[in-house]
């Protein structure tokens, strides 16, 4: 048990859908992350929250949304996705983003688009 | 740009040795952490090295050499459960904060 949840586990929408992946962390972390993991390629940092200040926006599209209403939930919301899109996407969190380098992961979400 | 290499697969048998070699190319380096993924599985923390030498935590160790941009995780008496993902990350501190670049990972499958 990391200590990092994520809902749902494994996610199929549509490109029209819009949906929302929640990550959710019981470590008293203050920062928080979302990747994006594709088959045989590096995690891809996309998004960072410090003490609920979003800190990081790696060029990410804008068809995915952040929203961290406080330092232990995080969510990713999602609408007119591409196929390209479908990918592990993992949540994050560590002491803060200042300090220590250990990162804790949620088991991800499996997204599909079709 | 900043890069990690890390080999894509590894085979190994029980109880044998294996060693994940990491070549880094990255401005403001100052350390290489590893994580471990086992197949639907979040990525764990295994360890970090700030300098340069060997770590050691139980059967599983890490080798860092700044000099030569490389380091290693080394896995000794092997069982069927280190089957998994292992990645190599290097902390990088910009805009007044760390973020973590990832490696694409190398699969490591111990067979009988």
Request: include cysteine; charged fraction near 15%; proline fraction near 5%.
């Amino acid at each position: 048990e990391t200590g990092v949840t994520q809902t749902p586990r494994h996610l199929v929408m549509g490109m029209t859908n819009k949906k929302s992946l929640k990550c959710e962390q019981h470590l008293g972390h203050n920062a928080m992350y979302w990747y994006k993991q594709s088959a045989k390629k590096p995690l891809e940092l996309m998004f960072v929250y410090n003490f609920k200040e979003q800190t990081e926006n790696n060029s990410v599209p804008s068809r995915f949304s952040p929203e961290c209403p406080n330092s232990s939930h995080l969510f990713l919301h999602l609408h007119t996705l591409q196929p390209e899109d479908s990918a592990l996407y993992l949540c994050a969190s560590s002491q803060d983003a200042t300090g220590p380098i250990e990162q804790y992961f949620g088991p991800g979400t499996r997204l599909t688009v079709t | 740009g900043q890069s990690l290499e890390q080999p894509s697969e590894v085979t190994a048998v029980e109880g044998a040795i294996v060693q994940i070699n990491c070549t880094y190319q990255t401005s403001g380096f100052y350390g290489l952490s590893w994580y471990q993924q086992h197949d639907g599985g979040a990525p764990t923390f295994l360890s970090y090295n700030g300098l340069d030498g060997l770590e050691e935590t139980g059967r599983f160790s890490s080798f860092l050499s700044r000099s030569d941009s490389y380091g290693y995780l080394l896995l000794q008496e092997l069982q069927m459960k280190d089957s998994a993902s292992y990645f190599c990350a290097a902390p990088m501190f910009s805009g007044g904060y760390n973020k973590l670049i990832f490696g694409a990972g190398t699969r490591l499958a111990v067979h009988p």
